[in-house]
């Protein structure tokens, strides 16, 4: 297992916990998303991409063997990653459905009236991207934001595995694109 944790969560920035959702649906430029993960699933890997309030994390993991062709799938498809429009629409109207439903559960309403009564106004519950700005958000924009926040930036790297620690920074260099790794 392979995690690139980073310093920013959805609390610093709201689009990164929409990019984690949509991360699902991209694929690198020549594969379908299906093909993408059937890809995966062939090397026994799984790719997830989280955000909590303060951290956002990429996670790779599988066996050992199928790290370096881990890192290159993720490698291709932060730097040529694509979904194509309907895709972005349904992943839009989906979010935006499940905030309309939010709205009328009684738990979340009371989960909202609790975070109100504790924080305020500005609340981990009000810190959402705008109805407007998702609505106008396109897949590169989203792909991007994932591309600097993980290749980009001093990240928190996380192996846990049989590999010494020499020959598994070798096979990570090529994804970040920074000179943090000794």
């Given at each position: 297992t392979l995690e690139i944790v980073i310093d920013s969560g959805k609390l610093a920035n709201p689009k990164l916990a929409v990019m984690a959702q949509f991360m699902e649906f991209v694929a690198p430029s020549g594969?379908?998303?299906?093909?993408?993960?059937?890809e995966l699933y062939k090397r026994t890997l799984t790719l997830d991409f989280s955000c909590a309030n303060y951290?956002?994390?990429?996670r790779v993991s599988g066996l050992n063997k199928y790290l370096p062709d881990a890192v290159d799938f993720v490698t291709k498809l932060l730097n040529t990653g694509y979904a194509d429009t309907p895709t972005v629409d349904k992943f839009r109207d989906n979010i935006l459905k499940q905030r309309a439903d939010a709205k009328q559960t009684p738990a979340a309403i009371f989960s909202a009236l609790l975070?109100?009564?504790?924080y305020g106004p500005e609340n981990p519950m009000?810190?959402?991207m705008p109805e407007n700005e998702l609505r106008t958000i396109s897949a590169?924009?989203?792909i991007e934001c994932a591309r600097k926040q993980f290749m980009q930036t001093r990240p928190i790297i996380f192996y846990y595995g049989p590999a010494p620690l020499v020959s598994v920074t070798d096979i990570i260099r090529p994804?970040?694109?920074t000179d943090y790794l000794p």
């Open positions: 594969m379908s998303a299906v093909e993408f993960r059937r951290t956002s994390t990429l975070n109100y009564g504790i009000t810190l959402l590169a924009q989203l994804l970040l694109q």
